[in-house]
């Protein structure tokens, strides 16, 4: 079964980091670009961001809202896809989905959720 | 950046009718290379993550029943439920996946009437 399992989000101060994590098995993780999307309580989707695979350099890109604060990684040895979450903002509070890509995003984590709060 | 426009952002509807939900994107999002539309189509129940159920504007994903529907090319989409479920409650979202960012619409809520 093609599972994503999203961990490490909790509650942290603003200006506080945070790093998620999405554990994806069922499928050959290495092959797949991989996205993050969040969305905040009561409100709609936003896409943060999304990283490509080996062969295309583990590039990135994000969302106006989050460069610069936020980097996307992943450890295809270790079937992993990372959220680094630097200069945290109230705004960021959300919750924090996985996606992998097959052109769209076809498979979703159930999400983990982060609070910024003091 | 491509702005996505959902209308109306709610609806109620009665069981059995139809609902329709438009999506209009702020450039096109057909690749003249493959003549595909770069739209998706998400379902959102309550405290659940989005469903796959539409892409290339109008493919249904593996297990969505034929009541959904995706059509429209260029900028104008909708996606039509032929006969309203109560399992149909949820927030619909339509995302164009043409280039980054990945913006979606705001998101249509449906409701039994």
């Known amino acids: 079964e093609v599972q994503l399992v999203e961990s490490g989000g909790g509650l942290v101060q603003p200006g506080g980091s945070l790093r998620l994590s999405c554990a994806a098995s069922g499928f050959i993780f290495s092959g797949p670009y991989m996205h993050w999307v969040r969305q905040a309580p009561g409100k709609g989707l936003e896409w943060v961001g999304r990283?490509?695979?080996?062969?295309?350099?583990?590039?990135?890109e994000y969302a106006a809202s989050v460069k610069g604060r936020f980097t996307i990684s992943r450890d295809d040895s270790k079937n992993s896809l990372y959220l680094q979450m630097n200069s945290l903002k109230t705004e960021d509070t959300a919750v924090y989905y996985c996606g992998r890509e097959n052109y769209y995003v076809d498979v979703w984590g159930k999400g983990t959720t982060v609070t910024v709060s003091s | 950046d491509i702005v996505m426009t959902q209308s109306p952002d709610s609806l109620a509807v009665s069981l059995g009718e139809r609902a329709t939900i438009n999506c209009k994107s702020s450039q096109s999002v057909l690749s003249t290379s493959n003549n595909q539309n770069y739209l998706v189509w998400y379902q959102q129940k309550q405290g659940q993550p989005p469903k796959l159920l539409i892409y290339?504007?109008?493919t249904r994903d593996s297990g969505v029943p034929d009541r959904f529907s995706g059509s429209g090319s260029g900028t104008d989409f909708t996606l039509t439920i032929s006969s309203l479920q109560a399992e149909d409650v949820a927030v619909y979202y339509c995302?164009?996946?043409?280039?980054?960012?990945?913006?979606f619409g705001q998101g249509t809520k449906v409701e039994i009437k």
């Open positions: 995302q164009q996946y043409y280039s980054s960012p990945r913006t």
């Open positions: 290339w504007a109008s």
């Open positions: 990283i490509r695979n080996k062969a295309n350099g583990y590039t990135t």
